[in-house]
């Protein structure tokens, strides 16, 4: 599908693997041009100049853990220098480790707060002028279903994205006039590493094994299997594009059913 997105440029944060991986390609294949950053710097390369290779897109790759202030002026630095502009903002991050509450101190809460709060604030400090200057953007927040029903030993991810639920909502709101849209999708059980690591540390608390968590987690999913990053990647590409204009404030599970509220 064209969504209209060429020649649009986009940040996406955390995107050498995973979903922020799955995020970029489909931009790419729109004709997105590519601001890409994460901490390890073999990957990122790995991924800009395969994105590249693919798609004929501009890739800038800037090595940078998106928690430190520094960081973040410099990634957006690289895509001012580069493009001039970011039209579209992708925020993600690989989240807090798992465990109950008594296995984390207070340094592990502090640590949450900065790569998984703080990052979207500094990220979106850094663009929105830009975007409400040019009367056009889009924000867009990597969130979770534990947003919505809390995730079994998951409090810190469960805690701090609920954080990030709220300033985007608020910020949303504020920026609507400038044709700034914000909005979160919240990844459900997908593969990934991030997964395939709470699997382990499940297995391993709980005296099972990691194939037995995965089933376990099918079971509860209405589809009866785990998503794919490119599936979590076409909405984030919809949200992106014109045709998603009047969509702000909005929190959008890609779950495959398991959220079972309402609303």
């Not at 995020?23 to 997105?32: D, H, N, Q, Y």
């Not at 593969?191 to 968590?213: F, H, I, Q």
């Not at 376990?216 to 998503?227: C, D, H, N, V």
């Amino acid at each position: 599908m064209n969504l209209g997105l060429a020649g649009k440029v986009a940040l996406v944060a955390a995107s050498s693997r995973g979903l922020g991986r799955a995020v970029a390609e489909e931009l790419a294949r729109e004709g997105v041009q590519l601001v890409l950053c994460a901490r390890g710097e073999d990957a990122l390369r790995e991924t800009a100049d395969a994105i590249r290779a693919a798609s004929g897109v501009q890739v800038e790759a800037v090595t940078a853990d998106v928690s430190r202030p520094a960081d973040v002026a410099r990634v957006t630095e690289a895509a001012m220098r580069t493009f001039g502009k970011v039209d579209i903002l992708v925020t993600n991050g690989g989240g807090p480790p798992a465990g109950p509450f008594e296995s984390h101190s207070a340094e592990a809460w502090h640590d949450a707060v900065r790569q998984t709060l703080d990052s979207v604030v500094e990220l979106t400090r850094a663009v929105l002028p830009g975007m409400k200057a040019r009367r056009w953007g889009r924000i867009i927040n990597v969130t979770s279903i534990a947003v919505k029903q809390p995730v079994d030993n998951l409090i810190l991810s469960n805690s701090v994205r609920a954080a990030v639920t709220g300033f985007a909502r608020t910020l949303a709101n504020e920026v609507a006039p400038f044709g700034v849209t914000v909005n979160n999708v919240m990844p459900g059980y997908t593969r990934t590493k991030r997964v395939d690591d709470l699997a382990a540390r499940n297995a391993s608390l709980r005296g099972t094994s990691p194939e037995s968590e995965v089933a376990a987690w099918e079971a509860q999913i209405p589809m009866r299997r785990l998503g794919e990053p490119a599936e979590f990647a076409a909405m984030v590409a919809f949200l992106a594009s014109d045709r998603a204009s009047y969509t702000t404030g909005a929190s959008i599970p890609v779950d495959g059913g398991w959220i079972r509220s309402l609303v």
